[in-house]
Each structure stands twice: as C-alpha cells, then as structure tokens.
C-alpha cells in the first residue's frame, strides 16, 4: 500500500512537512464554471468568488468575542488583587507575581498551539483554548491558597495564548488579502471591549464586597464571584465558534478539497443570499501544497512520528530565521518586547494605582500627582486592610479602557492608505511623552487622561505589527516568527509587571521613566525595518 490519500478529487503525494504555504499564483486548483468555457482557477481565485460580506462580518462578531474573552481573562487577576490582598496576605511583589501569572501561561503555551494548529487546525485551537479556560477560571474561582490560585491562573494563561494569536489566523484565512488588514484591526476593538468589560463588572461586583460562604475551609466572596462570571464569555465563545467550519485556506492545503470547496460554497452562499446563480467554482484538483491526512496518520505516518518531524521543521525553521531574516525577527521581538511590558504593565496595575490614590483622597482634602498619593498609601496602609475597594479604582481602568477604541476605529479606517512603518513610529513615541507626564500630573483625572492617551496609542502598536508580519517574513517561517513574536511579547509583560511591582514602592517617579525608555527603545528599532506596503494587498 503507497502514502497516498485519497479525498474525493485528485490524489495527493506525501510532501515535506513544513508551515502553510500560500498558494502559488500559477497552480491551478479549481475549474470555473462559465458560459462560454471551463477555466482553471487558483485558490485565491475561487476565494475571491466566494465574496466579503454578511458571512465575514459575522464571524468577525464571533472571533471577536473570542479576542474579547481574552481580553477579560488576561487581566481579571488585575482586578482582584486590591480586594484578594487580606485573603492572599498579598504585597506590592506579590501583586506583580500574582499578576504576572497568565503572562507566564502564554509563554509556556505559545509554541503548543503554534504547532497543535499547523496540524490539527485552527478551529480546533480556539475550541481548546476557550474550553480550558472556562474551566481553569471556575477552578481559580473556588480555591482557597494562593499558591494553587497562581497555578491555575498559569493554566489560564497557557489556554488563552491558543486563542490570542489563532483567532488572527482563523479570521484572516476567511479573508481576501485586501480585505485583511482591515479586519484584523477591527478584531482588536472587541480587545478593548473586553478590557471594559472586566472592570466595569468588578465596579459593579467587587466594592460591594458580599459574602457569599464564609467558613473554616471556604470562603466564596465578591472577588471570586466576578472570576467566576468571567468565565462566561469564554464559554459562549466555545458553542459560537463550534458553529463554524475550519477555514477553506487550510483544508485545501491539508488535501480536503470537497470540505475547502463546500466552505467556499457556503460563504458565497451566504454573501449572496437572494442570488440564484451558484457557486461558479464546481471542483478542486491537487494542489502543490496539499498533504492529505486523517484523524490518526498523517499522509500515511503515524500521529507521533509526524509531531517529531514537526518539531524538526521547527528548528530548521529558527536555523532559517536567525540566519536570513535575522535583523527583521530580531526588531520584531524588540518591538514586542518593550511594547508589551510597557502597554501590559500600566493596563493590569491602573486598578491598584488608583486605588491607592481613592485611599489617599479619602484622609486628605488636596490634589497631588499618582506617585505622591501611591507613597502616601504605602506609609498609611495598614489603615486601609481589610477595607471595601472604591469603584473609583475601577472606573478610573473603565475609563483607560475606553481609551483605544477612537484611535483602532480611526486607524482601521487609514491603515489602506498609509505606511505601516509611520504608524508604528507614532504609537511607539508619541506614548513616550504620556509615559513622562502620568507622574507629573496634579490630580487623579489628569493621571487618567495621561494613561488614557498612552494606552489608546500603545494598544494599536501589537495589531500592526501583525499585520505586518506577513510582509516581514515568508510563508516557510511566518509561523515560526508569529510564534516566537508572540512569546517574546508575554515575557516582556512579565519582566513589566514584576519590575513595576518591586520599583513602584521604591521609587514610582522612576518606574515610570522606565516604561518610557522601553518605548523610545521600540521606537528606535522601528527605525530598522524595511520598507513596508501602503495598503491591505500582499
């Protein structure tokens, strides 16, 4: 019996294993069905029929409730920390640990999901993901020890990066390339959704402080009664996402070509509701980047032997990335780096920031800037233990939340027509000025505009970023380079958050001078990539 597989049309040779490859422009892998004659038609051709419309919307609805979902389990343990403080015995450090915990996860699981997608698919990435975090934020709402509570929230982290970077994936291989970018940015709104979705539901669950049970051995209060609630929308994210097919793009290039063409059918379809002409594209034929599998082989090779050629592929892959794409993957990752631990740390620690400021404001009548009140809390706060958390702390992430949202609407609007370059080097250096001023500023509502502004331009430097990835780097290590971008990132996050927490009792003036030194540095190093296209084609 030979390695060959058969699915429906066409039979497909066992080829080297490798990441996903665009199609090349001059295979044909489909007939077009005409008036006048058949014609042969490439993949991008036949995606192309199938439109942009009401189905890409909708999806983007959906992914972006996965993005969004995310968003809310990233940062929930931000929220909680100034009212879990008695019941951890947490401080400053501690925080930062605690906080930095899903950060952790991400860089633990960025690689598992890279490679589980490229060989089980993208869909099935996002099922896991949105699963395993349902069920590990239930968990981290019923225990009791801090040091369990960290693990879980580690696990929480590990399940969610599947999702953070496949839900990109997964939406753009449903669309066109000069559709693409667009969408992607818009996907990053509902990010900024769900960063007001967590501290608007823990304004409104956690100063109240019930109790639910109390006991020896259990206690269920406001704060693990608002982790539970945030593992809804991961859960509603699950049976949204268990609606939709896996994508054309990687059915066709894995050897299922009546699936890949059905999906392209049912997208027409749906784009053209009241059309009575069919899908114009009646069959697809082999392609050069097709390897057809089933559940158990791959191409006629066991699951496992497949994992280890992958793994193999993998390092063939960094070899490939550090010798000819060496400076590009080397910028991205600083970007990243600082953009994270920069934009995550002031994200996850405003909450305890501004509480400390509603403490300060409570026993004294004037205004002073962030770090002054934070300082005063610090030599007073054994006065506050134990105390009801003010919403004012999280109005005051509600409000930085909001801060995003004009400028990622405004810049999916001109990303078609402008550099993408410019762009990064305005929401890298602009926020180092804001960065500058946050403990410079008088009062709580000019600290919250300064952080404002600094979120809003930091949060779209991420989004273009991979947007342009695909133009920074081949097909045959693209993946490679998203995945070690991404992990770069989370570490970045951590370094942030737990720096920010042992500086910001020693000296909060100078932790934020740092944070603005990692952007000038993203800024620079910005300064040394190539030339990027204006527009959404590649």
């Given at each position: 019996m030979d390695n060959h597989h058969v699915d429906g049309v066409g039979r497909f040779s066992m080829l080297a294993q490798g990441a996903l490859e665009e199609v090349p422009s001059d295979i044909n892998v489909g007939v077009r069905i005409s008036e006048n004659e058949d014609s042969p038609i490439t993949f991008e051709e036949a995606q192309n029929e199938s439109g942009t419309g009401k189905y890409q919307i909708l999806l983007l609805i959906v992914c972006g409730l996965v993005n969004m979902s995310c968003a809310i389990s990233t940062t929930a343990v931000s929220f909680i920390s100034p009212a879990a403080e008695v019941d951890f015995d947490l401080n400053s450090t501690t925080k930062g640990v605690l906080n930095g915990a899903p950060f952790l996860g991400m860089v633990l699981g960025a690689y598992f999901w890279g490679i589980y997608g490229d060989l089980k698919g993208r869909r099935i990435v996002i099922l896991g993901s949105m699963g395993m975090d349902t069920l590990f934020t239930i968990l981290s709402s019923l225990v009791q020890h801090i040091e369990l509570f960290f693990i879980i929230r580690v696990g929480n982290g590990f399940a969610i990066i599947g999702a953070?970077?496949?839900?990109?994936?997964?939406?753009?291989?449903?669309?066109?390339?000069?559709?693409?970018d667009s969408y992607l940015l818009f996907l990053e709104l509902f990010w900024a959704f769900g960063m007001m979705v967590g501290p608007g539901l823990a304004m409104v669950i956690i100063p109240s402080n019930i109790v639910?049970?109390?006991?020896?051995?259990?206690?269920?209060?406001?704060?693990?009664?608002?982790?539970?609630?945030?593992?809804?929308?991961?859960?509603?994210?699950?049976?949204?996402?268990?609606?939709?097919?896996?994508?054309?793009?990687?059915?066709?290039?894995?050897?299922?070509?009546?699936?890949?063409?059905?999906?392209?059918?049912?997208?027409?379809?749906?784009?053209n509701k009241f059309t009575t002409?069919?899908?114009?594209?009646?069959?697809?034929?082999?392609?050069?980047?097709?390897?057809?599998?089933?559940?158990?082989?791959?191409?006629?090779?066991?699951?496992?032997?497949?994992?280890?050629?992958?793994?193999?592929?993998?390092?063939?892959?960094?070899?490939?990335?550090?010798?000819?794409?060496?400076?590009?993957?080397?910028?991205?990752?600083?970007?990243?780096?600082?953009?994270?631990?920069?934009?995550?740390?002031?994200?996850?620690?405003?909450?305890?920031?501004?509480?400390?400021?509603?403490?300060?404001?409570?026993?004294?009548?004037?205004?002073?800037?962030?770090?002054?009140?934070?300082?005063?809390h610090l030599i007073?706060?054994?006065?506050?233990?134990?105390?009801?958390?003010?919403?004012?702390?999280?109005?005051?992430?509600?409000?930085?939340?909001?801060?995003?949202?004009?400028?990622?609407?405004?810049?999916?609007?001109?990303?078609?027509?402008?550099?993408?370059?410019?762009?990064?080097?305005?929401?890298?250096?602009?926020?180092?000025?804001?960065?500058?001023?946050?403990?410079?500023?008088?009062?709580?509502?000019?600290a919250e505009l300064m952080c404002c502004l600094f979120e809003g331009f930091t949060s779209l430097t991420e989004p273009i970023i991979f947007c342009t990835i695909v133009e920074l780097f081949p097909s045959n290590v693209r993946g490679v380079a998203f995945s070690m971008i991404v992990m770069t990132g989370r570490l970045g996050a951590i370094f942030g958050i737990i720096v920010f927490g042992i500086l910001i009792d020693i000296s909060c003036f100078m932790t934020f001078y740092a944070l603005a030194l990692l952007l000038l540095i993203a800024f620079l190093a910005v300064a040394f990539l190539p030339k990027l296209k204006i527009g959404g084609g590649h």
């Amino acid at each position: 019996m030979d390695n060959h597989h058969v699915d429906g049309v066409g039979r497909f040779s066992m080829l080297a294993q490798g990441a996903l490859e665009e199609v090349p422009s001059d295979i044909n892998v489909g007939v077009r069905i005409s008036e006048n004659e058949d014609s042969p038609i490439t993949f991008e051709e036949a995606q192309n029929e199938s439109g942009t419309g009401k189905y890409q919307i909708l999806l983007l609805i959906v992914c972006g409730l996965v993005n969004m979902s995310c968003a809310i389990s990233t940062t929930a343990v931000s929220f909680i920390s100034p009212a879990a403080e008695v019941d951890f015995d947490l401080n400053s450090t501690t925080k930062g640990v605690l906080n930095g915990a899903p950060f952790l996860g991400m860089v633990l699981g960025a690689y598992f999901w890279g490679i589980y997608g490229d060989l089980k698919g993208r869909r099935i990435v996002i099922l896991g993901s949105m699963g395993m975090d349902t069920l590990f934020t239930i968990l981290s709402s019923l225990v009791q020890h801090i040091e369990l509570f960290f693990i879980i929230r580690v696990g929480n982290g590990f399940a969610i990066i599947g999702a953070t970077c496949m839900v990109y994936v997964y939406l753009g291989e449903f669309l066109t390339p000069s559709k693409r970018d667009s969408y992607l940015l818009f996907l990053e709104l509902f990010w900024a959704f769900g960063m007001m979705v967590g501290p608007g539901l823990a304004m409104v669950i956690i100063p109240s402080n019930i109790v639910f049970i109390s006991s020896i051995y259990f206690k269920f209060n406001a704060w693990r009664f608002f982790i539970l609630l945030t593992s809804i929308p991961s859960f509603i994210s699950f049976v949204l996402i268990y609606q939709y097919p896996e994508t054309p793009r990687f059915l066709m290039f894995r050897g299922y070509l009546i699936q890949s063409r059905d999906v392209l059918e049912q997208i027409y379809l749906v784009n053209n509701k009241f059309t009575t002409i069919p899908y114009p594209v009646q069959i697809f034929t082999q392609t050069h980047s097709a390897i057809g599998f089933d559940a158990g082989f791959i191409g006629g090779i066991p699951f496992m032997k497949n994992v280890k050629r992958r793994l193999i592929v993998l390092k063939n892959g960094h070899i490939t990335l550090f010798s000819k794409y060496f400076r590009n993957i080397i910028v991205a990752c600083t970007i990243e780096f600082c953009l994270m631990s920069s934009y995550i740390t002031i994200l996850v620690w405003v909450p305890e920031l501004f509480s400390r400021y509603s403490n300060y404001k409570q026993q004294n009548t004037d205004n002073v800037n962030l770090c002054t009140a934070s300082e005063w809390h610090l030599i007073y706060y054994s006065m506050f233990a134990g105390q009801i958390v003010s919403g004012n702390a999280y109005l005051a992430a509600l409000i930085v939340a909001c801060s995003s949202i004009p400028l990622v609407l405004l810049t999916g609007i001109i990303i078609k027509y402008c550099d993408k370059k410019l762009l990064l080097f305005i929401t890298c250096g602009v926020p180092v000025v804001f960065a500058i001023l946050v403990p410079t500023t008088h009062n709580d509502l000019q600290a919250e505009l300064m952080c404002c502004l600094f979120e809003g331009f930091t949060s779209l430097t991420e989004p273009i970023i991979f947007c342009t990835i695909v133009e920074l780097f081949p097909s045959n290590v693209r993946g490679v380079a998203f995945s070690m971008i991404v992990m770069t990132g989370r570490l970045g996050a951590i370094f942030g958050i737990i720096v920010f927490g042992i500086l910001i009792d020693i000296s909060c003036f100078m932790t934020f001078y740092a944070l603005a030194l990692l952007l000038l540095i993203a800024f620079l190093a910005v300064a040394f990539l190539p030339k990027l296209k204006i527009g959404g084609g590649h």
